[in-house]
């Protein structure tokens, strides 16, 4: 089944001094871990709504009800991406500890594939690879 809409959920507190430019960019150019995606492919970025996480069992819920409504998009035609301000040590600070909780909250809202990762940062990836950030690849 081909992808039709790709949701990035970021991490609320990285939001607060990040516009989200660089993975709606990543997406829109097809870097890295977008590449697969063909042109036709919608994007939406949301927050987690902040810590805990749990925030984003509405805002699913809400994008579900819009997708039936306003689309004829279904579940399995979205993939989640968590952001890497999410799952990566990374300029921001490290891995968010609700990683978990929240991939368990998208799988209950009916969200089956769920991917690691958004725009990769060439300065935060080499600072994984020289051990100086942690890495959990
Ligand atoms: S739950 Fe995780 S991703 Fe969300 S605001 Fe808190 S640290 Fe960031």
Redo the contacts with the bound molecule.
């Keep these: 089944m081909s992808t039709k809409y790709v949701v990035i959920i970021?991490?609320?507190?990285?939001h607060r001094r990040c516009s989200g430019f660089a993975c709606t960019n990543a997406f829109y150019n097809k870097d890295e871990v977008f590449k697969s995606y063909d042109g036709d492919t919608k994007n939406i970025s949301f927050?987690?709504?902040?810590?805990?996480?749990k925030g984003i069992a509405a805002k699913l819920e809400h994008l579900s009800k819009k997708l039936k409504t306003k689309s004829n998009i279904n579940n399995e035609e979205v993939i989640v991406h968590l952001s890497s301000?999410?799952t990566t040590d990374n300029h921001h600070y490290d891995r968010?500890?609700?990683?978990d909780y929240?991939k368990s909250i998208i799988l209950k809202k009916g969200y089956k594939n769920i991917i690691e990762g958004s725009y990769i940062s060439k300065g935060s990836e080499k600072k994984r690879n020289e051990g100086i950030y942690n890495s959990y690849t």
């Design positions: 970021q991490c609320d507190i990285a927050t987690c709504g902040g810590c805990c996480g301000c999410m968010c500890p609700h990683v929240i």
